[in-house]
């Protein structure tokens, strides 16, 4: 089981950015598709990004033109990179597997709010 670890959340107005990332010490991380998922108050865990281990990447419509997830194997991480942010993005990112594991690491809340 590959351990991941969110961070780089936090309060922003609409219309702001922000750039979380997810960082990993498993030597499979760089060789799995990785997922951002959101979780809003009250809600499952909804797949915002995928990213293949060849970089290939999908978005939900959403957030499409949006935000850019991108990855760095030397380093073992995958970034979220949020534009144009909405009051609708707030919630608890997380990185997962896809599919995802059953194992959710903490995650890092974004709140868009003026």
């Known amino acids: 089981q590959v351990q991941m670890v969110e961070s780089g959340g936090g309060l922003v107005p609409p219309g702001g950015s922000l750039r979380v990332s997810c960082s990993s010490s498993?030597?499979?991380?760089?060789?799995?598709?990785i997922g951002w998922y959101r979780q809003a108050p009250g809600k499952q865990h909804d797949l915002v990004a995928i990213?293949?281990?060849?970089?290939?990447?999908t978005y939900i419509d959403s957030v499409k033109g949006r935000f850019t997830i991108s990855r760095d194997h030397a380093k073992n991480t995958v970034s979220l990179q949020m534009n144009n942010l909405k009051p609708e993005d707030t919630g608890v990112y997380y990185c997962?597997?896809?599919?995802?594991?059953?194992?959710w690491g903490q995650g890092t809340r974004v709140t868009v709010s003026s």
């Open positions: 997962n597997v896809v599919p995802p594991s059953s194992h």
């Open positions: 498993g030597s499979a991380f760089s060789s799995l598709a």
């Open positions: 990213i293949g281990p060849d970089d290939y990447a």
